[in-house]
């Protein structure tokens, strides 16, 4: 069973920056495709990055592309969201979460291809 916790988050105000971590135990870090999500209050939870086991091909929503960068140590068991430049509508509560990689190509944004997910850490941007 692989656990996610996640960290990092906070009130900032617009124009600002955090960086999330998501610290992973009771698996392979490196066997695992990994994602983060936002959910934001009464709206369906979206994706917002991903990267693949080697750190490289991240993907990213068009609505934050340019200002979050999503990055991986596999020797810490570790992904990161640097979110740079935030906007009050960045406001959510942001998880992460793991999808088992069947092999160096793959790839998903889809929510239900993701096996584990963390609690969840709110970010809260102030205009």
């Known amino acids: 069973q692989v656990q996610l916790v996640e960290s990092g988050g906070g009130l900032v105000q617009a124009g600002g920056s955090l960086r999330l971590s998501c610290v992973t135990s009771?698996?392979?870090?490196?066997?695992?495709?990994m994602g983060w999500f936002r959910q934001a209050p009464g709206k369906e939870r979206e994706f917002v990055a991903a990267?693949?086991?080697?750190?490289?091909?991240?993907s990213y929503a068009d609505s934050v592309k340019s200002r979050f960068t999503i990055s991986r140590d596999n020797a810490k068991n570790t992904v990161y969201l640097q979110m740079n430049s935030l906007k009050p509508e960045d406001t959510a509560v942001y998880y992460c979460a793991a999808s088992y990689a069947s092999s160096a190509y793959y790839y998903t944004r889809t929510l239900g291809d993701y096996d584990y997910w963390g609690q969840g850490t709110q970010v809260t941007v102030s205009s």
């Open positions: 009771g698996g392979t870090f490196s066997n695992y495709y």
């Open positions: 990267i693949n086991w080697s750190g490289g091909r991240p």
